[in-house]
């Protein structure tokens, strides 16, 4: 069963993701700020990280570097969940290395679909 691994500070959107993710067969752990997401990865080695841009005590950029600079999280694709929509936010977060910028609101469904897709095609 995958495990993803959620990094926001609202509530609202783990509590969306958990359910709906966890009834699609997915394993969701939470954390609700940069920090607490950094050794969360490091610990839980998810499948996939959806990671939002604007939290407290570090943003989604800040993880993301810290992440992809670590050897024990390197490899461990980044889906950024923000409602920063602006050019240069986007180009930042894949010059970090993460593999999909989508922005809030987000459609579980589609969201779903594009968890899915990835991850089946890691596997192949």
Excluded: W
Excluded at 44 to 64: E, H, R, T, Y
Excluded at 93 to 109: A, D, F, R
């Amino acid at each position: 069963m995958p495990k993803i691994l959620i990094v926001d500070d609202d509530e609202t959107m783990h509590l969306i993701c958990r359910a709906y993710l966890g009834r699609a067969g997915y394993t969701v752990e939470s954390a609700m700020d940069g920090p607490e997401g950094v050794e969360k990865a490091a610990s839980l080695a998810p499948d996939l990280i959806l990671l939002d841009v604007n939290m407290p005590k570090m943003s989604g950029f800040d993880v993301a570097k810290k992440l992809k600079e670590k050897p024990e999280t390197r490899g461990t694709p980044i889906f950024m969940l923000t409602s920063l929509k602006q050019e240069g936010n986007i180009h930042k977060g894949y010059e970090l290395g993460i593999e999909e910028y989508i922005t809030k609101p987000v459609n579980v469904e589609h969201l779903k679909l594009r968890i899915d897709k990835f991850l089946q095609g890691r596997k192949s």
